[in-house]
Every structure is written in structure tokens, then in C-alpha cells.
């Protein structure tokens, strides 16, 4: 058994009763430890994997000593003792932690991912990595979410790693649990002995966070309920052994309520008392109600057109206001029986379950409010045979959205006069969080929408930015995936339409007054241009296609005075 050489010595540390009640093999106690003894064990240019998904269920205490130790002892100050970590998570974390180690130069690689910061995939929100990734001192790649966790299975970011174990992609993996339970067995074929852990109110990549680690940290959260049960959890193979996901309904499982683990790799075990750090929810705004007014009416005119059933189809839905307001009006709305397959729950979702129209959910985490968990904890009762996580690799799983029919509904920064979306960075270069699962499903859903304001304020301008664009400055989703777009102004949908029949639809339904004239204007001219010359397929004057955005550079506004 690997041992740090901290970890030789006897651990100041101490059981307490509610860990030993949640770590139920005994002798994995023999492994308990401290942050503070294990903070020093790491080497500059470690590959490390964290839990957690979208600020829920990420380590707490081990990365904050880390932090500590690095700050106490002075190491950022000297090239020789300077820590340059590869961090691997799921998706995003608590900004307390995130935004400290990108604050110390630490090199942070966050592959799905994250943290002290020299690579970084494939999606982050803190704002202080942001600023690193920008900036250009974090080299950062997003990915779509359901291949992020089988690319690290397969090595692929582990192709320059300088040490450890070869065959494995990490040196560490840290995550949180919410209990280890008594089991043990032998898998079949092979000397390793298997414990079970059960995670907290998010799974995302740690199933395969773990199966890639050389050795592994568990912080048992003693705070958080010990949510038995919730957890669907699948092992990843590789082709051509690779199984097929036997889902065709929500709610169906199809493995294990706990992920399996090799204990000769976990080296320690200490007991967490931290909450997430989720903060309030999105508000809806009077925009956000408008918007999700208008697909509610659409999908009502779907039921009746035969088209959708009376229950809809299972919805997946992003995180923000405009996703908020969407889910709130369809708890308040006339479909019975909804399913949800998505990514993460937020609060909205407690008002749908409550409302008796929300008959099961299943996503990869929980983000609810303070508030949110305190509610869904105090009446976890109410909740827990309607409710499902699974790994992101399944939840994002094209094979099943597409089976599914799945109704996916995400937010872009801008989309184009034809149809394409830009999920990602503004004015084509600046990365805000990475294009996370938005992919996955627009790219596989029966119907695949995009909801955005048709205009969002900048310094200068109440309605600065036009959300319609005549070219996006940076292409997510192109024009083949995306069936319908709505903004507070109104629903295009594009469902059977050629680029010429999209454009004048997404102009007068879509953009803001203030720009839909410029707009029409643009696509107009670029029309009998392209005419002229022979190429009308989906016209575009190259030499203004970006004029709006070069215009916002210049002058902090997108409204300009013509397209001479």
C-alpha cells in the first residue's frame, strides 16, 4: 500500500462518532488523516482529479490546506519549490477554492477540471481562472462533458505526464463522500479488492476520476446527509468492450447505487464538516418570464399538433434565469406526468416536484440554494423515489438523449441570422466558462432550442449587444443542430427551413427592435450581392459580417449608423 511519508508517522487525527458511522469499514479507519498532514505530499506537476459538479460536492479541506501550505511556506516565491498542478474535474467547483489556487499562480490545469493552473478542462466558472485562462498564463481546451470523463479514461491527457504511474492518468484523485459502506469484493479475474463510497448531491466525472488515479483521497462530509440510494452508478470500459446504456426511460437503472473503489490506492480518509458553496439561484426577470411564455405556448401548440404527447417529452434544461423562469412556468403549467433527463437541478425544480406535475427527474448534480438543500433535506422523503443521479458520461450520453427525445433547452451568448450559436467566447476570443453539456444535447435532442434576450446592456448602451448577430463571432452549434430560437421578442422556428427562409424568420421574431432593422438591412444586401455572383445558398457580405462586433470594440455598442 502506498503510503506518503507523512502518512508513516501516526495522524494527529481523530475519529469522530459520525464518521465512524459513515465509514463502514472499519479498517479503512486505520487511514484516517488531516488536511493539514496531507497538504505537503504533493509535487509540482502532479496530474490531480477533483470530485464535485457545478459548485456541488467538490473537496473542501484538502484543497484549502494545499493552499495554506503553499502561502505559509513562501513556495510560489521560488522557481525551484513552485507547484504547477494538472487539475481534473467533472465540471466547475466552489469559487472559495477555484479562485484561490488561480489567485496564487499556481499552474492550474483544469480538465473537467481545474485548479493551481497550467491546463484547465473542460469547463470552469470561477472568475479569477477566467482571468488566468484569458490572460494567457492557463492553458485551457473546453470539452463536451460526456467525453470529457471517457478521454481521461482513455490517457488522453495524460499523453506528456513526466511521472507516477504510467498506465494511470492521475497522481490523485480528492473527492467528497457522504459515507463508505461495508462492502468488499473480488473482481472477477483480478487481485483487487473493492470498497463502495457514496457520493453527495452531484457524481459528474468521480466514477472515472477515480478508476484513473494512482492513489486516493477521501473526504468523508459528515455535514451532509449520507443521501443512500440516489446514485446510479455505471463502470467505464473502453472499445471494444464498451457496453451500451439499456435506458429508455428516466427512471430506469441500470447500475450500482455506489462507486467501487481499490483501497491498497486510497491512502487516506479524514472527516469534512464544509458546506457547498452554491449561493442564491439565478432571478427570473420580466425577460425571463417573456421567454419561457413563448416555449410553453410552443410546446402547447406541439401537444396539440400531435407532435409532442401530452406529458411532453423528457426536458433537459441549462442553469440561469431564463431556465429558472421556464421551469417555474411549467410547474405552473398544463403538463402532467413531465420527466426531466438534464444535467443539474436547481431550485425551480422543488416548485415543479411540488406542484405534482414533475413525476422524475434525473441529472449528474443537485445545485440548489442554501435554502434549496435545506428544504430537499428536510423532506428528503417527499423526494427520493423521484429523483436519480447518474455519471455526466450517461446524463450527457448521445446514445440516450437521442432514444430518449429528449428537449433540450440551453443559453447561448449570441446566434446568427441563420441559425448558428456561440456558447462560449465573447467577441469571438474571450472565454467565459466552456461550452459544458450544451453540445451533447443540442446535438442529439429531438428538439433543440436555444433561449437567449435578444439584447443584453453594455457600459455604454442599455442595449449595447444584440444577441442576433449577422455571423456569430465564434461557432458552438451550427446551423444543423438547432431547431428552434426564442428570445423575449418572439420564437423562430426553423424546423425544415433553408438558410434564406431562416434568416428573415429569426430577424423579425428574435432581434430586438433597436437591431432588427440593421439586421434585415444586412441580409438583404448580402443577398443581392451573393446573387450577382452566383453564391446564394447563405449570403453574407464578409466585409461587414463582423461589423457589429468590431463596432462594440470601438465604441462600447453594437448599434451602428449603416452598413456602407
Aim: proline share 6%; net charge negative.
Amino acid at each position: 500500500m502506498f503510503q506518503t511519508p507523512i502518512l508513516r508517522g501516526a495522524s494527529r487525527a481523530t475519529v469522530s462518532s459520525a464518521l465512524r458511522e459513515r465509514v463502514r469499514r472499519p479498517a479503512l479507519l486505520e487511514k484516517i488523516s488531516t488536511p493539514e498532514e496531507l497538504a505537503g505530499s504533493f509535487k509540482n506537476d502532479d496530474y490531480i482529479g477533483w470530485s464535485g459538479f457545478t459548485g456541488v460536492g467538490y473537496p473542501k479541506s484538502v484543497p484549502t490546506a494545499i493552499a495554506n501550505h503553499i502561502e505559509a511556506n513562501n513556495l510560489q516565491d521560488d522557481p525551484a519549490t513552485k507547484k504547477r498542478f494538472n487539475l481534473f474535474v467533472g465540471a466547475s467547483v466552489g469559487p472559495e477554492i477555484e479562485d484561490r489556487w488561480a489567485k496564487m499562480d499556481m499552474r492550474v490545469s483544469l480538465s473537467y477540471a481545474s485548479f493551481v493552473i497550467a491546463r484547465r478542462f473542460p469547463h470552469q466558472v470561477g472568475k479569477e481562472v477566467s482571468k488566468g485562462i484569458n490572460a494567457g498564463r492557463i492553458d485551457f481546451a473546453d470539452k463536451h462533458l460526456s467525453m470529457f470523463p471517457q478521454d481521461l479514461a482513455y490517457g488522453f491527457y495524460n499523453l506528456h505526464k513526466s511521472h507516477g504511474d504510467p498506465n494511470k492518468s492521475l497522481d490523485w484523485a480528492i473527492v467528497e463522500a457522504t459515507a463508505i459502506t461495508e462492502d468488499g469484493c473480488i473482481v472477477p479475474g483480478k487481485s483487487i479488492k473493492l470498497e463502495i463510497f457514496l457520493t453527495g448531491a452531484s457524481v459528474g466525472a468521480t466514477p472515472e476520476i477515480l478508476q484513473s488515479a494512482e492513489k486516493i483521497i477521501i473526504e468523508v462530509n459528515t455535514r451532509i446527509p449520507n443521501l443512500e440510494g440516489l446514485h446510479d452508478i455505471v463502470q467505464s470500459f473502453g472499445p471494444p468492450n464498451r457496453l451500451p446504456y439499456l435506458i429508455t426511460h428516466p427512471q430506469d437503472r441500470i447500475g450500482s447505487t455506489a462507486i467501487p473503489i481499490d483501497t491498497d490506492r486510497v491512502v487516506a480518509i479524514l472527516e469534512s464538516q464544509l458546506p457547498d458553496n452554491t449561493g442564491k439561484n439565478a432571478a427570473e426577470t420580466e425577460e425571463s418570464k417573456r421567454i419561457a411564455d413563448h416555449l410553453i405556448n410552443f410546446f402547447h401548440e406541439e401537444v396539440q399538433a400531435g407532435r409532442l404527447p401530452p406529458s411532453l417529452l423528457p426536458l433537459q434544461s441549462g442553469i440561469g434565469n431564463v431556465a429558472n423562469s421556464i421551469i417555474g412556468g411549467l410547474a405552473d403549467g398544463p403538463f402532467h406526468g413531465v420527466q426531466v433527463w438534464t444535467e443539474v437541478l436547481q431550485d425551480t425544480f422543488i416548485k415543479f416536484f411540488d406542484s405534482g406535475r414533475l413525476s422524475f427527474a434525473t441529472a449528474t448534480s443537485i445545485r440548489f440554494s442554501p435554502e434549496g438543500f435545506d428544504h430537499f433535506y428536510s423532506h428528503w422523503a417527499d423526494y427520493k423515489d423521484r429523483l436519480l443521479l447518474r455519471s455526466q458520461q450517461v446524463a450527457n450520453s448521445p446514445e440516450v438523449i437521442r432514444r430518449l427525445g429528449v428537449i433540450a433547452m440551453n443559453t447561448p451568448l449570441e446566434v446568427d441570422i441563420y441559425g448558428h450559436a456561440n456558447s462560449t467566447n465573447a467577441l469571438g476570443s474571450r472565454m467565459l466558462n466552456g461550452i459544458g453539456g450544451s453540445g451533447d444535447f443540442l446535438r442529439n435532442a429531438k428538439l433543440s432550442i436555444m433561449h437567449t434576450p435578444s439584447s443584453r446592456p453594455s457600459k455604454a448602451d442599455p442595449h449595447g449587444i444584440s444577441c442576433i448577430v449577422p455571423f456569430a463571432s465564434h461557432i458552438d452549434h451550427t446551423e444543423h443542430d438547432l431547431d428552434i430560437i426564442v428570445t423575449e421578442q418572439g420564437l423562430a422556428d426553423l424546423r425544415g427551413l433553408s438558410p434564406r427562409q431562416r434568416a428573415p424568420l429569426i430577424i423579425e421574431r428574435c432581434a430586438h427592435p433597436v437591431y432588427r432593422d440593421l439586421l434585415q438591412e444586412y441580409y438583404d444586401k448580402s443577398l443581392f450581392e451573393c446573387l450577382k455572383k452566383g453564391a446564394g445558398h447563405e449570403p453574407h457580405m464578409l466585409r461587414n459580417a463582423f461589423k457589429l462586433h468590431t463596432n462594440f470594440e470601438d465604441h462600447g455598442t453594437m448599434r451602428i449608423s449603416g452598413w456602407n
